[in-house]
T-cell receptor, first 113, second 112 residues
Framework: AQSVAQPEDQVNVAEGNPLTVKCTYS??????LFWYVQYPNRGLQFLLK????DNLVKGSYGFEAEFNKSQTSFHLKKPSALVSDSALYFC???????????WGAGTKLIIKP | DAGVIQSPRHEVTEMGQEVTLRCKPI?????LFWYRQTMMRGLELLIY????????DSGMPEDRFSAKMPNASFSTLKIQPSEPRDSAVYFC??????????FGPGTRLTVL
């Protein structure tokens, strides 16, 4: 069965420190992977995606994600966290049979000053 | 482009009333998705359309829910009759083919 797991409900990081939000997936065929961010009372915003090519994908707001095929992971990273990065982050993988996105449960990222 | 537009942004209604949520996708996008988000259940896909045709409505919770897409620039999600457990934030999203989805700001529905 195709699925996405975000093992951490919440991640706490001090401002200025590097951050990682974890995501693992299970999908048939080539994985198409996405990260979205949701700020309070807003819709989801696209951050970045992996389709093919370089395993390190750069996205909006200084975020990047590393695709690891052997570990079936697509962790979101940022070298230096900002308080404004505090939000809910969703990982998603595309179901290659119908183009739907399979969503993780979300990880709440809290950046403390 | 103005992005995905949803209306109303907030809706408060009483149990048993009909609720209609509206969505205008991004021009040129041929996929449209309706999602529901709650604290308990997270983000759920309700239904999606391709070229105005409903493709998968298996996420629609029950017959009280219906969705239409009469043309490429407009879709509705209707709940009739509404119940308190329908209270949630409803999102519309659109995309072109295999590309990323763009979300609207959502409609926060409260059913009393």
């Amino acid at each position: 069965a195709q699925s996405v797991a975000q093992p951490e409900d919440q991640v706490n990081v001090a401002e200025g420190n590097p951050l990682t939000v974890k995501c693992t997936y299970s999908v048939s065929g080539n994985p198409y992977l996405f990260w979205y961010v949701q700020y309070p009372n807003r819709g989801l915003q696209f951050l970045l995606k992996y389709i093919t090519g370089d395993n390190l994908v750069k996205g909006s707001y200084g975020f990047e994600a590393e695709f690891n095929k052997s570990q079936t992971s697509f962790h979101l990273k940022k070298p230096s966290a900002l308080v404004s990065d505090s939000a809910l982050y969703f990982c998603a993988v595309r179901d290659n049979s119908n183009y739907q996105l399979i969503w993780g449960a979300g990880t709440k990222l809290i950046i403390k000053p | 482009d103005a992005g995905v537009i949803q209306s109303p942004r907030h809706e408060v209604t009483e149990m048993g009333q009909e609720v209609t949520l509206r969505c205008k996708p991004i021009s040129g996008h041929d996929y449209l998705f309706w999602y529901r988000q709650t604290m308990m259940r997270g983000l759920e896909l309700l239904i999606y359309f391709n070229n105005n045709v409903p493709i998968d409505d298996s996420g629609m919770p029950e017959d009280r829910f219906s969705a239409k897409m009469p043309n490429a620039s407009f879709s509705t999600l209707k709940i009739q009759p509404s119940e308190p457990r329908d209270s949630a934030v409803y999102f519309c999203a659109s995309s072109s083919a295999i590309n990323e989805q763009f979300f609207g700001p959502g409609t926060r529905l409260t059913v009393l």
